[in-house]
């Protein structure tokens, strides 16, 4: 069971450049998210989605776009990067709401030069 | 709003000696509270959790923690710790939305 699967691991990005962070969940969940992690701040939401073809922002959604066009996938997108998007990214899923937990992907090392 | 509190950025502790990382936090609303743990280089893996019921809460690797209403707190706790514990630990709280708040992390480092 592979749960949440994110690629690539680590990925170095010029300024202007684009990409997308890709994301995959098997387990059925109806909920999807976005969030980087900055060193000492926790986690910050940038994009969720509560079901395919439903996504809405987060915190910190300036420079990235998404789309949920399956239930499984749910990719993120970085639009001309900039040095403040060097971050890691998780993507994680849950069921729903009220049951509570959420899985986490292994996370994706992104540095911007 | 919700919000929470670790007030501990960093907690060194020798190997088998017990061991408790704070978390407070606020919500004018019912919520549920969990500990994730990160170790070095991966995501986050969910210790414990409390929904309802029992406020001590029993999670994986010896863990447990304690919700407390009145204080508004959910303190993790182990008795004996060992080196392989060392990791980052995450408080998070949820009114059961989508909505997920996370502490800033508390980094535990276990001596020899």
């Known amino acids: 069971n592979a749960g949440v699967t994110q690629t690539p691991k680590f990925r170095i990005l010029k300024i202007g450049q684009s990409m997308t962070l890709q994301c995959a969940q098997d387990m059925n969940h109806n909920y999807m998210y976005w969030y980087r992690q900055d060193p000492g701040m926790g986690l910050k939401l940038i994009y969720y989605s509560v079901g395919a073809g439903i996504t809405d922002k987060g915190e910190v959604p300036n420079g990235y776009n998404v789309s949920r066009s399956t239930t499984e996938d749910f990719p993120l997108r970085l639009e001309l990067a900039a040095p403040s998007q060097t971050s890691v990214y998780f993507c994680?899923?849950?069921?729903?709401?009220?049951?509570?937990?959420?899985?986490f992907g292994e996370g994706s090392w992104l540095t911007v030069v | 709003a919700q919000s929470v509190t670790q007030l501990d950025s960093q907690v060194p502790v020798f190997e088998e000696a017990p061991v408790e990382l704070r978390c407070n936090y606020s919500s004018s609303v019912s919520v549920y509270l969990f500990w994730y743990v990160q170790y070095p280089n991966q995501g986050l893996q969910l210790l414990l959790k409390?929904?309802?019921?029992?406020?001590l809460v029993k999670g994986i690797n010896g863990f447990e923690a304690e919700f407390n209403k009145s204080q508004t707190s959910f303190h993790l706790r182990k008795p004996s710790v060992h080196i392989s514990d060392t990791a980052e630990y995450f408080c998070?709280?949820?009114?059961?939305?989508?909505?997920?708040?996370f502490g800033t992390g508390t980094r535990l480092k276990v001596l020899a």
């Open positions: 998070a709280v949820t009114s059961g939305t989508y909505k997920y708040i």
């Open positions: 409390y929904l309802s019921g029992s406020t």
């Open positions: 994680a899923s849950s069921y729903g709401p009220g049951e509570g937990t959420i899985y």
